[in-house]
C-alpha cells in the first residue's frame, strides 16, 4: 500500500525551541486500505452484506435498526409482482382484520426469510378515545395518526398491497393529489398515551 506525504504547519506556541515551523506527515488512503481489507478472502468471507437480521438479542450491527433502515448498510427496496416498495414508502398492507395503513421502515430477515417492518398508521376509530375531540373528528376519514412504537409490525412482503399518497403537514410540499394527511404523533410516555404535533417527528 502506498505510503503519501505532505508538508504541514506546526503550531510551536509551548514547545521546545528546536521544534520546527514545518514537517512532513505520512498518511495513506483509507479507501485503499479498505479495498485491501475486502479482497483478503479471510477476512471477505467473514464480512456481512444484506438486509439487517431481526435478533431478540441484539448482538452484531446488523440486528438493529439503525444497520436495517440504513441504505448505506440494509436493503433499501424490494421488487414484487405488485411493483417496487422503498422504505420510507406509505403503504396499505392486509391482515386477517382487513387492510391497514403504514409506513415501511426497514426490510429484515426473519429465520432466513425476507420479511417487512412496518410503522403503523391509525384511523380516526382506532385512535384513544380521549384524543378524539371536535377538531380531530374534522375531516377524520382524510386523516391519520403515526403511531411510535418500541416494537416495530412485521409482515410477510406478500401483505403489501400498493403505494399510500400521504401529506405529512410538517412538510412545506403539498402535494397536488393525496390521500390521506397526517399531523399528530400517537406515543406512549410511562404506559399512557401520549399526542404530540408531526414537527416533532425525529
Not at 411493483?83 to 432466513?112: A, H, Q
Not at 380521549?130 to 410477510?156: G, M, P, V
Request: glycine fraction near 4%; include cysteine; charge should be positive.
Amino acid at each position: 500500500m502506498e505510503i503519501r506525504s505532505h508538508m504541514v504547519l506546526v503550531n510551536i506556541y509551548k514547545t521546545p525551541s528546536t521544534t520546527k515551523k514545518i514537517t512532513r506527515a505520512y498518511y495513506f488512503s483509507l479507501i485503499e486500505h479498505l479495498k485491501r481489507i475486502l479482497k483478503n478472502p479471510t477476512i471477505s468471507s467473514k464480512l456481512y452484506f444484506g438486509p439487517g437480521i431481526f435478533s431478540e438479542t441484539n448482538e452484531e450491527f446488523w440486528h438493529g435498526n439503525i444497520w436495517a433502515e440504513s441504505p448505506l448498510f440494509g436493503q433499501s427496496k424490494i421488487h414484487t409482482l405488485k411493483g417496487e416498495f422503498t422504505c420510507g414508502d406509505f403503504v396499505y398492507y392486509s391482515t386477517l382484520n382487513g387492510i391497514k395503513y403504514g409506513r415501511i421502515r426497514s426490510f429484515i430477515m426473519v429465520k432466513n426469510i425476507l420479511k417487512v417492518q412496518i410503522q403503523r398508521l391509525l384511523t380516526f376509530d382506532k385512535i384513544p378515545s380521549y384524543f378524539k375531540s371536535r377538531e380531530q373528528s374534522r375531516n377524520a376519514n382524510k386523516k391519520l395518526w403515526l403511531l411510535e412504537e418500541s416494537t416495530l409490525l412485521i409482515i410477510d412482503i406478500s401483505n403489501l398491497i400498493n403505494q399510500c399518497t400521504i401529506w405529512l403537514e410538517d412538510t412545506n410540499i403539498l402535494p397536488l393529489q393525496y390521500e390521506f394527511s397526517i399531523a399528530e404523533i400517537i406515543y406512549k410516555f410511562n404506559n399512557r398515551w401520549k399526542i404530540c404535533d408531526i414537527n416533532l417527528r425525529h
